[in-house]
Every structure is written in C-alpha cells, then in structure tokens.
C-alpha cells in the first residue's frame, strides 16, 4: 500500500525486526496465528523483562497496513495472558468425557498415549479410519494435511464438520476449473510498491456480492484497503439482503431473497449481452463457451430475475449497465455464496460476469494471484504418499473430488459414516484448531453424537472450548501469536511470525514433528519448527526467491515481495508450459467449465431455487414464514473465538439476531429482547437487534456462539445449545457437486423468549469463573 502519510518517528519504529523501547521489547510481528483472523496484520508486540505481552499495536511500517489494527488485535494481550488459557496437555477416560475428570499429563504422556492410539487404530481398521478435522485456515492451514495424510498416512482430513466445505472452499474449486488460479479484488495489495505502482488503477466501481468486508475481512483480504480506494474516487454496488454501513455509502443496494444470487447474476448478464455491453476483444480471444453462455442467459429476462429475486426491474438494469461500462470494475464476493446448497451456479456466474466485461487480471479488476502462496509448498516437504487415497470419503460420490479438485474429505459423509459403520468405520477424531460444535458443524447436537462413538478424539486449542468439553479424551495446548514461529503466506507478500518467548504450549508445527518421530520418523527429519521453515525456504516451487535466501533472512527483513504482473494470461506467466492462455484444459477462460462437464454436472452458472423456500416448499414456508440467513459477522468476535475476553464482550454481550420493525412488531418483540427462532430442524436464542432496511421477511443471526462464563461440563457445555444458530441447519444437504450447503436459507418462525434470560457476571471478573479442575 502506499507508505502511511504521516511522519514515522525513526527512533521509535524502526526497520529492524527487534528493538529496545525503555524497558519493553519490541517485536515486529506478523499476527496470523489464533486468536485472530485470515490477514496476517503487521503489528508490534510489546513484552516486558519475563517475556510477557503486555501491549500490541499497529506497525506504522507495514507496508500493506500502515499501522491500522482491528480491536480484535487490540485484545490480543488480553486473550495471551487470560487465567483460563491451557498450558499443559491434559487427559481423561473416553467413559467420562462430559465429565470434569481431567488430569494433568507431560507432553511426552501425551505424545505417546496418541501414537499408541494411531498405531492400534490403523492395525485394527486401517489408517482411513483415523480423521483429522481443522478449523479456519490461518498459519495452521497445511498442517492438518500433513498431519493426516503423511504422519497418520490417512486420506481423511476435512473440516469440522462444515456440510458441503462450504467455507472459499466452493470458490477456490470454481476459480481453478474456470480461470485455472484464485482471482481477487485488486487493492493493489500484490504490489510491493501499493496504491504508488504506476501500473495501479483506482476502480471505478468495485460490486460487493455476499459480504461485509471491513467487519469480515476475510481470506487474506483486509475490508479497509475497500474503504482506502473509496476516498480515491471508486463507487460501489452493494449485493446483500441487509443494510451496512458500506450499503449505506453505495450508489445503490440490491436486497435480494437470500440464495438467489445465481439468478441476479444471470440476469446482469442478460442486460450485458443484450445490450451488447460485453468485452469483445477479451470474450472472442480468451474465453471458452460464449455462445453457450449466451444461450442460457436467454432463460434469465430482467422481469423473471425480479420476481425470483425481489429486486426491482429498473435496479437490475442500472446496476448491470454500471458495472459493465465501469473501466475497471471489480467484484469483491463473499462466504454467502458457498452457503447455498446450489451456490458452485452463483460463483460460475460471478466469474462469467467479471470474464465477459474484460476484468480478469487487469488493473483494478480481479487480478489473478500466484505469489506468496506457500502453504502448499509446506504440506509437500511433508506429505510424500498417502495410502487409500481413493477411499477418502466423497471421491466415489462426487467425481470432482476424485478429479483432485480438493484434497478435503467430506464431512457429510463423515458423519453418516460415525453413525453406521458406512462406507467404513471412523475410530479416531484429531480435531486442530476447531470448535466446531460451537461453529461450523450444522446439526451440531447429531455430530456430537457421532463424534461420541468414536474411541479417541484429541482437541488442540487454546481454551476449553465446548467441543473440548464434551468430547476430548486428550486436550493438546496450543502456542499463541508471541510463543510460536512461522510463515504467513497468502499472498504477496511473503511475512515472518516471529517467536518472543516460550511457554509449555506447543505450536501445530512442534505437535506433527513430535508426534511424527512417534508415528512415521522418515515423515518429520526436523527436530524444530525454525529447522522445518528453513527447509521450506530451500524448496520453495510456488515463490522465486534469491539463492541466499533463508528464513532466518525472511525473520530479520519481515517481508519478501515476489515480483507480479497484470495480464499474466498474455505473459506465459499462468501454464506450466510457459505458453500464453490460462491453466485450463482449453488454455482459455472457460465460461463454459470442460472438468465440471467432465464430472457429469452443469458446466454453465445456474440457478435452482433453494428448498425449503416459499416457492419451493409453500406449506412449510407457511409454518416457518421468514428466510433466516446465518453467520453475520461482528467486529468483536472472529468465528467462535474471543467470547471469553471481557473486553470483547462489553460491547457484544449477547448472540444478536436483526430483523426489520415490521417484522419484529408482526411478532411482538421488541429491540433488546430474547428471540426463539426454530424450524422443523431445531432451535436457537439471539436477541433482537432492528436494521431499518433489510429484504422482506428476512431476519439475519450470528453464528459462533457460546457462553465461557456458564459450566463446561454438561450435556449443554458452556450453553451452546441454547445460543448456535446451526441447530437450524441440517447436515447431508450439499450440493450436487458436493460442494456448499444451505446455511444461508433457512426457513424459520421466531417468538418473543419469555423463559430465557442468561445471567451476564458483569461483577465478577473472568478469571473467577469457568475454571476447571485437574
């Protein structure tokens, strides 16, 4: 980005990666690892003389950041040093998990009780009966690939039971069957020179589909670079069926019925095509399927999208003749589109939008990314085979798995498999880094269950969390951001975390080397995580370094920008042959995909109406009347994580829910009321909140939610399933691809709670509450 505008004190913030401030030490850091989110801030953690963090803030040299942190960062001394971290690996009998039966145990107690529980399953049911689950992908991305498929040489690793791994997941599959590379907003992120490179330019309307990006911030993309490039002039067009406040600033909204989205996309390009708004240079030299397309655009006139989408005629037009006569025009897309059940035709279609108006890899369109990716350069210094592959489970079901367009297993056939013995049994559950009955698992009370059947389950984290609580036989504690070393990479550029001291808990990298010289020693030829990264750096594929490279450089100059380019696809840049075109089967951009048609399923963007829906399912849209759209995002909260910091919830105490004032008089609630939402699937508590402006009949609930303060140790563990909004989703219900799952379309009623008023410990402070025995 561009350099920060104000005058930097050199004395004060300094270039080097460690300095002496008084009696601090001050360490220039990248904040990647938990808690925290996606986007590897540059920050400056302040320890004391015992190593102790004691402040945090904003780097004023980061070149992508200019000092700017979230409050989220800003707590991060508060979630390091919190009296209910866990520092020690802690064990219990399987019969009494639930149960406050804890003991304190050694690591190396550790290591050897779950070695010996690898090597027994993996004699007895073959090592795919071992699954290893992982949360959202920061630091600890690869980790629990390589953990699974080298260490434990199982083909099974998925998410915590996230249906239809519909977290970018759907996105990233989409983009690498199309464009053959992930494609993004352009911020002039990738830019070692920002906002200032020569080549930049500023877009001219930037269309916001499914997200809030300065609360989410979501996948190595920072919401504020949004906000940068609209005090420079760039308009917006904003997609979302609730009001925010960069709705708000927008030239116009578009509030949609959730899960239509692939139908108002289809219809932009039937104004676009019809009115001959499309690029005909780019369309007719790089792009694959133009006349297919165009031919289904046909079932989308502007007056059936309205009806289907809610949006008027008139606001269709004008938002597609904007966005197509925009020069650049940029779309920056979000986690709403993975969660419909048929959401893969929303994201086929969104990139078709960006492809036909020549705004692939231009500047300020959406640039293609190859640099600073290196996770999978990690995961193969690891992973050197991996037996049964063909066994993981949804290759026989869904061919794009089996075609390697993800290495994840899915879940939905996980959790049938825990509950039947089908395809084959599951006897071991190693969980790094996710809290999923608390987050992403749908139907969390059934996949408890199911988890329960197993004969080992093993949870990393940071705190007793409720699916710790209910299922762990074995809680590994885990490093935070100062006590752990590492790589941030997603991205140009390439950044160090740096280590400021010690503590007993461990980093996902010291657990695989410790437990793979236990498990499979010719897997883990490192002794130590800075020995592993070094490795790394040695044999980077993905990243052209210089020979003298290392990571002990990469430590001492805190960032590597690897050189990039625009128009990559004319450069040779994308191909492994070095040809010009795209890294796809036909080299070009297809708008039409060959490996989804390969795969036996739809290669054009569609639309299906979601079920249940009014028009899908009108007698049960008349028992559940509103479209419950879940995990709308809060600055406070990151996912399930900082529930437990006073300081993130004094100003969030509660799971909220918005909704209109029409609907909330229609039900007799009141803003600050506790609401029941519940459907034919299961139920949940938020309170109200009222948005002035959202899409008819449509209420908005967070996801993510439980209460650290309540007992741990229950049938309902910190009371999360009074509070998770997931228990109105149900598990099983992917799409035909396998990929995205219904999360965003609920139908549900609500009803004003009167028997439901949590007790917030405001006088007592949290280090005296939510305590466990050992």
């Given at each position: 980005m561009a350099k920060c505008p104000r005058k930097i004190n050199d004395e004060l913030y300094r270039d080097e990666w460690q300095w002496q401030e008084g009696d601090l030490t001050v360490t220039r850091n990248t904040q990647w690892s938990g808690p925290g989110c996606h986007n590897g801030c540059g920050v400056l953690h302040y320890t004391d003389k015992d190593g102790k963090l004691v402040k945090i803030e904003g780097d004023p040299k980061s070149p992508?950041?200019?000092?700017?942190?979230?409050?989220?960062?800003?707590?991060?001394?508060?979630?390091?040093?919190?009296?209910?971290?866990?520092?020690?690996?802690?064990?219990?009998?399987?019969?009494?998990?639930?149960?406050?039966k804890w003991e304190e145990i050694g690591w190396d107690e550790a290591y050897d009780a779950i070695a010996s529980e690898v090597k027994r399953v993996s004699a007895e049911y073959g090592a795919k009966a071992i699954f290893t689950m992982v949360g959202t992908g920061r630091n600890a991305g690869w980790q629990a690939h390589a953990l699974c498929n080298s260490i434990f040489d199982s083909p099974n690793v998925g998410f915590g039971f996230l249906s239809g791994e519909s977290c970018y997941v759907p996105r990233i599959a989409a983009m690498a069957m199309m464009g053959g590379a992930i494609q993004?907003?352009?911020?002039?992120?990738?830019?070692?020179q920002g906002y200032d490179d020569p080549e930049y330019v500023v877009p001219e309307i930037c269309l916001i589909w499914a997200n809030n990006p300065i609360v989410s911030n979501a996948d190595g993309f920072l919401g504020h670079w949004v906000v940068d490039l609209m005090k420079m002039g760039m308009k917006l067009i904003v997609v979302d069926p609730r009001m925010s406040w960069l709705g708000a600033q927008a030239e116009m909204q578009l509030m949609l019925r959730p899960g239509t989205d692939a139908a108002l996309a289809l219809g932009f390009m039937n104004v676009i095509i019809n009115e001959d708004l499309y690029d005909h240079e780019f369309?007719?030299?790089?792009?694959?399927?133009?006349?297919?397309?165009?031919?289904?655009?046909?079932?989308?006139?502007?007056?059936?999208?309205?009806?289907?989408?809610?949006?008027?005629?008139?606001?269709?037009?004008?938002?597609?003749?904007?966005?197509?006569?925009?020069?650049?025009?940029?779309?920056?897309?979000?986690?709403?589109?993975d969660q419909q059940t048929d959401g893969m035709g929303a994201t086929q279609a969104l990139q078709c939008l960006w492809a036909i108006t020549g705004n692939v890899d231009v500047p300020g369109g959406n640039i293609i990314v190859n640099t600073g990716y290196i996770q999978n350069d990690a995961r193969r210094l690891v992973v050197k085979?991996?037996?049964?592959?063909?066994?993981?489970?949804?290759?026989?079901?869904?061919?794009?798995?089996?075609?390697?367009?993800?290495?994840?297993s899915s879940t939905d056939i996980l959790i049938e498999a825990l509950e039947t013995g089908k395809p084959y049994p599951?006897?071991?559950?190693?969980?790094?880094?996710?809290?999923?009955?608390?987050?992403?698992?749908?139907?969390?009370?059934?996949?408890?269950?199911?988890?329960?059947?197993?004969?080992?389950?093993?949870?990393?984290?940071?705190?007793?969390?409720?699916?710790?609580?209910?299922?762990?036989?074995?809680?590994?504690?885990?490093?935070m951001s100062t006590e752990r070393v590492g790589c941030r990479g997603w991205y140009n550029p390439l950044r160090t975390i740096n280590k400021i001291h010690e503590t007993e808990a461990r980093s996902d990298e010291q657990i695989i080397i410790d437990l793979g010289k236990r498990v499979n020693p010719e897997a883990t030829p490192w002794n130590t995580p800075e020995e592993f990264w070094e490795d790394v750096m040695t044999h980077l594929e993905t990243i052209k370094v210089p020979e003298d490279f290392s990571y002990k450089k990469l430590q001492e100059d805190m960032y590597f920008w690897q050189p990039t380019a625009y128009r990559k696809y004319?450069?040779?840049?994308?191909?492994?042959?070095?040809?010009?075109?795209?890294?796809?089967?036909?080299?070009?951009?297809?708008?039409?995909?060959?490996?989804?048609?390969?795969?036996?399923?739809?290669?054009?963007?569609?639309?299906?109406?979601?079920?249940?829906?009014?028009?899908?399912?009108?007698?049960?849209?008349?028992?559940?009347?509103?479209?419950?759209?879940?995990?709308?995002?809060?600055?406070?909260?990151?996912?399930?994580e900082h529930r437990n910091l006073r300081s993130m919830r004094e100003f969030h105490r509660w799971p909220r829910v918005e909704m209109t004032q029409e609907v909330a008089d229609r039900y007799g609630i009141k803003e600050g009321d506790w609401v029941l939402i519940e459907n034919a699937q299961g139920s949940a508590r938020e309170v109200c909140v009222i948005n002035p402006k959202m899409a008819p009949d449509t209420i908005c609930a967070e996801h993510g939610w439980w209460f650290p303060e309540q007992e741990a140790h229950s049938s309902n563990p910190f009371g999360v399933f009074d509070v998770n909004i997931n228990q109105l989703v149900p598990m099983c219900k992917e799409g035909p691809s396998g990929f995205g799952a219904p999360y965003t379309t609920q139908m549900c009623r609500i009803s004003k709670c009167e028997d439901f008023d949590p007790e917030y410990p405001s006088d007592v402070p949290y280090d005296n509450v939510a305590h466990f025995s050992l």
């Open positions: 992508m950041f200019n000092g700017r942190l979230c409050m989220r960062c800003l707590a991060v001394p508060e979630a390091e040093n919190h009296p209910n971290r866990i520092y020690h690996p802690m064990r219990r009998d399987p019969k009494d998990r639930g149960k406050d993004v907003m352009d911020c002039a992120q990738v830019l070692e369309v007719e030299k790089w792009t694959y399927g133009f006349d297919e397309l165009k031919e289904r655009v046909r079932d989308y006139p502007v007056d059936k999208v309205a009806e289907i989408t809610g949006v008027p005629v008139e606001k269709i037009v004008a938002a597609a003749r904007r966005y197509a006569t925009a020069k650049p025009a940029t779309v920056q897309w979000g986690l709403k589109l085979h991996v037996t049964d592959v063909d066994e993981r489970f949804g290759n026989d079901l869904f061919p794009l798995r089996k075609m390697g367009v993800t290495e994840m599951v006897k071991m559950l190693y969980l790094q880094s996710t809290n999923c009955l608390a987050n992403m698992a749908a139907d969390p009370q059934r996949c408890m269950k199911g988890m329960l059947t197993c004969d080992t389950i093993v949870v990393s984290d940071y705190y007793m969390t409720p699916t710790a609580a209910a299922t762990a036989d074995i809680f590994l504690p885990l490093a004319e450069k040779g840049l994308l191909r492994s042959d070095g040809e010009e075109g795209f890294n796809t089967p036909t080299g070009l951009f297809e708008l039409k995909s060959t490996m989804l048609e390969a795969a036996g399923l739809d290669p054009l963007p569609y639309y299906k109406e979601p079920d249940p829906s009014p028009v899908s399912n009108p007698e049960y849209a008349a028992e559940y009347p509103l479209i419950c759209t879940t995990g709308r995002r809060s600055w406070e909260f990151f996912h399930s």
